[in-house]
């Protein structure tokens, strides 16, 4: 049986509120679970305690039995310092798409032409 922990969606529409579970990985996400581990309320200011809350120790003991976190509540251990952080590659987030670039490569072009210009 493989073990995940897990966001399991809670509360109204548009008032998204998760537990942080260990459960299943062919269970619903929604559905069934073996432990409630901690709560996450995305809707409080990023700098409030009650935002997340983990019970690390429990968490620490499921993955040490061979559950895997999934990448958002790995996040959340990291955050806690409760594991190190991982290595992530997003190589394209920090570019522009392709119009900005020519965008871009206009405003430069226009650029120096007025320097040329100025220069004369």
């Known amino acids: 049986m493989a073990i995940k922990i897990r966001l399991a969606r809670a509360g109204s529409?548009?008032?998204?509120?998760?537990r942080v579970v260990a459960a299943d990985s062919r269970a619903p996400r929604d559905g069934r679970f073996i432990e409630k581990l901690g709560t996450y309320n995305p809707?409080?200011?990023?700098?409030?305690?009650?935002?997340?809350?983990?019970?690390?120790?429990?968490?620490?003991?499921?993955?040490?039995?061979?559950?895997?976190?999934?990448?958002?509540?790995?996040?959340?251990?990291?955050?806690?310092?409760?594991?190190?952080?991982?290595?992530?590659?997003?190589?394209?987030?920090?570019?522009p798409g392709k119009k900005a670039q020519e965008r871009a490569a206009a405003r430069a072009e226009k650029a120096a032409a007025a320097a040329e210009a100025s220069a004369e």
């Open 43 to 95: 809707l409080l200011p990023k700098d409030s305690e009650d935002r997340v809350k983990l019970n690390v120790e429990r968490i620490m003991e499921w993955i040490s039995k061979g559950a895997q976190p999934t990448d958002r509540v790995s996040r959340f251990l990291e955050a806690a310092g409760a594991i190190e952080k991982k290595q992530r590659a997003n190589l394209k987030k920090g570019q």
């Open 13 to 18: 529409k548009k008032r998204p509120f998760y």
